[in-house]
């Protein structure tokens, strides 16, 4: 069986199940009908009419475009799976705009049309033009696919096309990249969606010339008459430029930048069958994963740089962890899973996708987080936004943010959802998520549909019906997630020995499929309590619950205040109890913890004892299902 | 007897134990040259021979002043108890300066003569100029007080009574007081040393006056054009003028400016009778001792501000906890314990005094802490300044500040320490800090030398000799330190049972002492293990170390680096053990403790078990001696 995997396009997926489905019922008739409303109320949408002139208030900022793009992009996946015609007229709004804003020469971008059009291309370091491009690229490919309208598409690729002659080795190029990562892995997608090869080189170029000596942004600050050293002393770490990619081994700086870049760096590898390139991936997704993840797959430890900070630096309650940076963590698993399918990049991808990621997301679909810490003292929080009004890390939802990159980015992760979890391969059918629905494939020449019911992540059992067109011989490969110590098989009632058809945390299942053949995998969901390695500081002494791909969180709603005066002995029993009441019906676990009490009759600050313990009842909720009610303290990471 | 006590004049007092002394002498050989000669460096002598011009560099700034009258106040009890030709000569060059610097009308402030002189007056929020009239004074009499000398008493004096006819209630005076308490507090020192009662009731206005409505600041404000909502939304806590004194029931704002309010309120009531001024200042001690004092009497738990936060809100990795504002806690407990001689306010002052004061300056007197938090990574803190160039908290002993309040200050609490040890009242003598030494009391016509000899804070037992003039009656109050759960005592080797003569912590000794009386205290010091409330989050599960006095720490030099590894089990059995050669000589603590143990063999980030523990010998030092050794990782509160 071959190992290079292809997405089973979300057009050929449909979700029914009540974890997924409904998100993404949600994202067309709440989210995106919020995030258009914000995005013209704030100036984005009609910034691509080019009638902003000097003087006038508000002018279009560099990022602007790239927020309606992924609106954009969003849109489209939703229409790709589900008709909306309202959503389909604002749609085609947007994009008769954006394919306006084109200049003759192919130029398209907002801020450098209008605000400033003599600075076109002289700060790619600290604008975001190329990132810019490569959201637009996305979207006008989600556009056409979605819509067969290439319009967009058209226009997006002639932008593609000039900046291809203006970036490169060659006589009067420059020898710039982007200062954010975005554009790398857009010109591969619009490689693999065109065939032209060029847009292929323009990736390769983008990620080879990353970081080399001498170095672009210096010679660009010193050009602009800038001095180079002024730029955070020229630590380029920050933008994943302070080496040449193929030399990096640890993830550096903004981790939504690092994110894209990696991804592209995959795509790259993956088209071009480059194994440096590709080990150099592999290296840096060692140690994200083994060293600076969250255990609910949110990275970037710091909010100064919105950055990665060294290994096993992992502080909980001031943890930054940006929505948009667990989305691009699941880009790059996606991504590295088609390369190579290995259970744990999408342990890694099921994690955050779960986790990290819906976190950012409120229930209703209407509120964000830009940031998804693992703890919160909530009065601290408001003292801080009391007095000083603003706070690193705002662990109170918002409707919508003057730096907009996280709403329209999940927005696009939960439309383009069914991409995530099927691929063929040359002659089989992986299943990643289980997610009740259905697939239609198509792999040599074979069409298979899988209808997959299962009540995942809450119920442990998944049932796939395999329907090929005829009879065939195929791999059906299944994930068996990581956190599942003991799954079984049947096919059509029979056990399947797992032991020789297990591979890299998949199961292969070869065999003549025929019509009706009835696989039922079984993913015992005890409740685990999870560790961490002894070198995150943050952690030692705690636990934090899991139960299949969840990880859970206890909230001030639930069991109080001060939360670190709660403790879950090591042999305290932890059920799971399915509560359909609350926050959209969710499996909440609940066990006897022990609670510290305060001292009767003493105003002593320290003792000579330790604090009293009395039995507490605990009830643990899903982290992605936090903040949904009053405010107030949570917290992963559990005293033991 | 008489609960109104006075110190024992430091000039009266000798200090001869190898804890302090040592401690004084650096600081005269060592601390107080370095401090001029960076005084010296930094223009901050030279300015006040006034020929700053504008358009020079360096314009004295406004709280230079103070700095430089903090250090005349240390020499100048420097020199009251050693004599050293050397710093009297610095001494008296610097007296002839600033007395040199008054003003025709009796002004005398470097910053608003030759920078700002317009602005005279016009901004007691921001500026520090009541501030630094305050040090000033005190410089002024600590100097007279030593040399005998009057200059710059004389001109402090007419200062005062500028001072006086510029604020008030009268006609054409302004209602102003001081942005950064210290006046009140000196100039009720300036009236116990002259007599003056306009003094006093200068200092009683100034208290009374602060956070009145109309509100001066307010009115100050909209003087200048300026509007007074833009000073952080007129939260006034800042510098606790929120609210008129007797009506503020929480310490809040800057500690240190808090600290000398407090210290001065206490002051005017002792000198006044208020009563209701008194009872402000405890409940404010209370609030302070009993919710937001850490365990080594640091206080001003946040950097933002240098502020005191809320109830229990005690980080401790970014403790703020000015070195400065644990100096000012140990003003305002000596305050108070002359007005009430109770063991918690000589509890507090002794807490503060071996831990979060003495932690400010490093062993060998030449370098400081301007801030003293409890725990360090050492590892995030160096990645914030190689990034970044700063960091809110620096736990690094510098050789100076920008702001160099705390250096001058420290020196002035370590020369002037004998006035801390012993008081008198109407009949009575008053031992409060147990250090080997002597001192020389006068009281109701009688003069009693006391001889103490002991090893405090290492060692157990305190002798003191009695030798009064002549066979009197009176009684000696031992302080029986609060810490100290079974202290014994013997006059002339019989037992006393304390039953009956304890009273708030002090054991008095009434009886016809004759020269050569004998009384021996011991203190019995196990090591004891420390708890906090279970309302402190940070500390919950965590045990700190004290000995006598002295709260410890883990230091990443005895321990190694990860200190949050390691745990400390209630059962584990800690012995102290005497190292001479180490840190000066201290008394270290050993025990056996757990650390958590690299997974041989995984990589895994999280894991189904806890980490394993393997036993290791932890050592703590004293915490006062941390930093004094190569960088690296600290811990006060240790897991348990």
């Known amino acids: ?82 008709p909306d015609p309202a959503l389909a007229a604002d749609l085609a709004e947007v994009i008769a705009l954006i394919a306006g804003a084109q200049q003759p020469d192919g130029y398209l971008n907002v801020h450098f049309t209008v605000v400033e059009p003599e600075k076109r291309w002289t700060n790619l370091r600290d604008w975001h033009e190329l990132y810019c491009a490569g959201h637009l690229i996305e979207a006008a490919l989600a556009h056409q696919e979605a819509t067969g309208d290439n319009t967009l598409l058209a226009a997006l690729s002639r932008y593609a096309d000039y900046i291809g002659q203006e970036f490169g080795h060659g006589e009067g190029q420059k020898r710039g990249y982007p200062g954010h990562e975005e554009l790398e892995l857009a010109l591969v997608k619009l490689y693999r969606h065109t065939g032209e090869r060029r847009y292929l080189d323009l990736a390769q170029y983008f990620v080879d010339e990353r970081g080399r000596q001498p170095h672009y942004y210096d010679q660009e600050a010193q050009a602009r008459g800038d001095d180079p050293a002024a730029w955070h002393g020229r630590d380029y770490r920050y933008l994943q430029a302070h080496l040449p990619v193929r030399e990096q081994d640890t993830a550096e700086g903004h981790a939504v930048r690092a994110m894209y870049l990696y991804s592209g760096m995959v795509d790259v590898a993956a088209e071009t069958g480059d194994e440096s390139l590709l080990e150099a991936a592999r290296r840096l997704w060692r140690n994200v994963t083994q060293r600076r993840m969250y255990v609910t797959g949110g990275i970037g430890s710091a909010s100064q740089g919105e950055r990665f900070t060294w290994d096993y630096h992992l502080p909980n309650y001031c943890a930054y962890t940006e929505t948009c940076a667990a989305i691009g963590l699941v880009f790059w698993a996606q991504r590295l899973l088609q390369v190579e399918p290995r259970g744990e990049y999408a342990d890694v991808m099921e994690r955050a996708l779960y986790n990290g990621v819906l976190s950012g997301i409120s229930l209703a679909g209407d509120r964000f987080f830009y940031v998804n810490p693992l703890g919160l003292d909530y009065h601290a929080y408001r003292d801080e936004m009391d007095r000083y009004g603003r706070s690193s890390v705002v662990p109170e939802r918002q409707d919508w943010f003057g730096c907009a990159c996280c709403p329209p980015n999940i927005a696009r992760l939960l439309t383009s959802l069914g991409n995530y979890a099927y691929s063929t391969s040359e002659d089989g059918l992986f299943v990643h998520l289980h997610i009740a629905g259905t697939a239609q494939a198509e792999f040599s020449g074979q069409r298979v549909r899988l209808q997959v019911d299962t009540d995942y992540p809450w119920g442990e059992d998944v049932t796939i019906t395999v329907q090929p067109e005829a009879e065939a011989e195929f791999a059906l490969a299944l994930r068996l997630p990581g956190w599942c110590r003991q799954p079984r098989v049947t096919v059509n009632g029979e056990m399947v020995s797992l032991e020789d058809i297990i591979r890299d945390g998949y199961a292969y299942l070869r065999r003549a499929w025929r019509a009706g053949d009835t696989v039922r995998l079984t ?106 009610r009053v405010p107030g303290d949570m917290l992963v990471w559990i005293r033991e």
């Open 1 to 82: 069986m071959s190992t290079c995997l292809h997405p089973v396009p979300l057009t050929q997926v449909t979700l029914s199940d009540t974890f997924w489905a409904p998100r993404q019922e949600a994202t067309r008739s709440v989210t995106l009908p919020i995030e258009i409303k914000h995005l013209r109320d704030t100036g984005r949408i009609d910034a691509f009419r080019l009638d902003w002139r000097p003087g006038m208030p508000d002018p279009p900022h560099v990022f602007w475009d790239s927020d309606v793009a992924k609106w954009v992009e969003a849109a489209a996946y939703s229409l790709a799976t589900h």
């Open 523 to 628: 993913l015992p969901m005890p409740v685990e309590r999870i560790y961490a390695h002894p070198e995150v500081r943050e952690d030692a002494g705690r636990v934090a619950l899991q139960r299949g791909p969840l990880v859970y969180c206890l909230e001030e709603a639930d069991n109080g205040a001060n939360l670190e005066a709660v403790r879950l002995p090591r042999e305290a029993e932890i059920r799971p109890e399915w509560r359909p009441d609350l926050l959209g019906g969710v499996m909440v676990l609940r066990g006897m913890g022990r609670r510290q009490e305060a001292n009767a009759g003493s105003n002593d600050l320290y003792l000579s004892n330790p604090p009293a313990e009395a039995p507490v009842s605990l009830m643990a909720v899903p982290y992605y299902a936090w903040a949904n």
